[in-house]
């Protein structure tokens, strides 16, 4: 059976095209095609694919036949590249094909991560003798193997300003026109903070729209009228996108002014430059925001290209170095992209608390106040008390007595959340209140630990806890809480800890960065610094120990939470954040 080849076999195989001694085969006319074509250091001579429409045309200038096609070629004198790398099922129907065809070399999509290590000393011995001979294979290779070394601040501050001198659009954006982007709204956050500027804006008078990248998950339906166009356009995937025939290197006739940029740019940020410069083209809105750093980057890039006055970013709560596992190889390129967008005067970039301000400030060497604190917003008397009936339902769904006491936490179940110190939290709080629930309402990437670790618990603790998973009605869960529970590291100002103080919800919570500046200084709303269970053990068993004493504390909340964070507020300091002339664009939210 034929196998990808891998480690000496692989670099065996790098190194016999690049010296001419074979003819490298591209197998699969994948849809991104096109942004490989661009940076790639090694690009097929021709390509198969078994789709007939495909044969005999061109695909980004190169010959595309079928599978058989493959007999005209030695396979001593071929290697096969196989590009649906993703679709592991689609790899190995493509090998079994291959293995029944002849004693092929099969290799893998160049990947800079993965196989950097092995191309790159093919290369060393010309770069230190220029004057060697050299194909346009061997001077390709070289000039995008070198482009991560040249990628700066610098390079790609250039090859943006000078793509904007060529756009006869720069400067016609419309007037009171906001365009807002997210990865996708699904429960988080920063698609609720995202949902509720998008709705703020348009309450002042703004032509105000969302633009994803994917489509809607289930849990936030409340967010967004995510069946409306107008509201949240999901854009298009590279599938829909790309017409490989428009332009020589693959690029649809409209992105092809951008693709000096394109081509600086790792190819997981490609895809989304291109769509938004195109949406944003076609929009032309005077004020661009983008929440989060996979998003913001490449929306930043595309708003300047389209001559967008004003473009807003928002980071995460911390920045990317404190989340290794959400930005893997990405933090480098992040942090270039970052230096470059800052220097142009069009772009901003945002935190949701003053903490999160200054983790963004030291890690791109920022002067105090080079990152703008825009806190989150809650809308006008949103999360009335809740109806005793409803909180009744919520503790017969759970399958709880209506006395006993309940804590909640509601919150993402990824690392930064801590979600394995809250099931130990809770685990020492059932067995010391055995009359007690947990409920935990979320999903994420940890759920299999989650549920791992609650199915560890002892008996008459583990049919105490509760793993409901995502939920849209959420907050209901809050306010038929006696306590929230939230063990997070990394937070800037967590909506749910809002929203439950809207609630009147007495909370027990780590000082994770910015929860503090949105908490009300009462005695039934607890801050502790530590990363360990007792104290918040200790904590809890406090609070539900006289928990209708603790509710009334807690009701105080509401009204000075409704005083500090409007959504009036959230859209005058992110239209001040963005550089937008308040006085010209004022209008009653």
């Known amino acids: 059976m034929t196998c990808l080849l891998e480690g000496e076999e ?3 195989a790098y190194a016999d095209f690049l010296a001419g001694r074979v003819q490298l085969v591209g197998w699969g006319c994948i ?13 097929p001579d021709r390509m198969i694919d078994v789709d007939p429409g495909k044969w005999g045309r061109l695909f980004c200038g190169l010959p595309t036949a079928g599978p058989e096609s493959l007999a005209e070629l030695s396979a001593a004198d071929t290697v096969i590249m196989i590009y649906p790398i993703y679709a592991p099922d689609v790899v190995a129907q493509i090998l079994s094909q291959i293995s029944r065809m002849g004693a092929y070399r099969v290799i893998p999509p160049f990947d800079t991560a993965r196989h950097f290590h092995l191309l790159d ?3 060393e011995p010309f770069r230190q003798q220029p004057g060697l001979p050299r194909g346009e294979r061997l001077a390709r290779a070289i000039e995008r193997c070198d482009r991560p070394s040249f990628f700066t601040a610098d390079r790609l501050v250039d090859a943006i300003a000078q793509t904007r001198l060529h756009s006869r659009f720069v400067g016609s954006a419309v007037s009171r026109r906001a365009r807002l982007f997210i990865g996708r709204i699904q429960p988080g956050g920063a698609e609720r903070q995202l949902s509720y500027l998008a709705q703020g804006l348009a309450r002042a008078g703004w032509d105000s729209a969302v633009r994803t990248f994917a489509p809607p998950l289930p849990g ?32 649809p006739t409209d992105i092809a002014p951008i693709g000096q940029v394109l081509g600086l740019l790792p190819i997981d940020a490609m895809h989304h430059v291109a769509i938004a410069y195109r949406s944003l083209m076609q929009d032309r809105p005077v004020l661009v925001i983008s929440y989060l750093d996979l998003v913001n980057v490449p929306v930043a890039i595309a708003a300047l290209l389209a001559g967008v006055p004003h473009i807003l970013v928002s980071g995460r709560n911390l920045n990317p170095t404190h989340f290794p596992n959400h930005y893997a190889s990405a933090e480098t390129w992040l942090k270039t992209c970052y230096e470059a967008l800052l220097r142009f005067p069009e772009v901003r970039l945002s935190a949701n608390s003053s903490a999160g ?16 604190t825009v806190p989150n917003g809650l809308p006008d008397g949103m999360l009335p008390p809740l109806a005793p009936e409803t909180r009744t339902q919520i503790r017969e769904r759970l399958g709880i007595p209506a006395a006993a006491a309940l804590v909640v936490g509601v919150f993402r179940l990824a690392d930064e959340k801590r979600p394995l110190l809250f099931v130990e939290v809770a685990s020492l709080l059932l067995a010391a209140h055995p009359e007690a629930h947990v409920a935990l309402i979320g999903d994420g990437p940890r759920r299999s630990d989650v549920e791992t670790a609650i199915a560890g618990l002892m008996d008459g603790v583990s049919d105490r ?8 009605d959420a907050t209901d869960y809050l306010g038929a809480a006696d306590l929230v529970l939230h063990t997070a590291w990394a937070e800037g100002h967590p909506n749910v800890l809002m929203e439950a103080q809207l609630l009147g919800c007495p909370i027990v919570c780590t000082a994770s960065y910015g929860t503090a500046e949105c ?13 360990q269970a007792a104290p918040l053990v200790q904590e809890a068993l406090s609070i539900l120990a006289d928990s209708e004493q603790a509710a009334m504390a807690a009701r105080s909340a509401r009204f000075w939470l409704f005083e500090h964070f409007s959504i009036r507020q959230l859209v005058t300091n992110s239209l001040a954040a963005a550089g937008v002339d308040l006085q010209t664009f004022q209008t009653p939210v």
């Open 10 to 12: 692989l670099q065996a």
């Open 31 to 43: 849809a991104p095609f096109p942004y490989y074509f661009l940076t790639s250091p090694l690009i």
């Open 121 to 123: 000393p093919l290369l």
């Open 220 to 251: 936030a339906e409340s967010y967004l009228g995510i069946g409306e166009e107008t509201v949240n356009q999901v854009l298009p995937s590279a599938r829909a996108f790309l017409s490989p025939e428009q332009t020589p290197d693959g690029l």
């Open 357 to 372: 301000a200054h983790s963004y400030e030291e890690w791109l060497s920022l002067p105090a106040g080079g990152v703008v």
């Open 465 to 472: 806890f509760h793993l409901v998973g995502a939920r849209s």
């Open 519 to 531: 908490l009300y200084p009462c005695a039934s709303i607890r801050v502790l610094e530590t990363d």
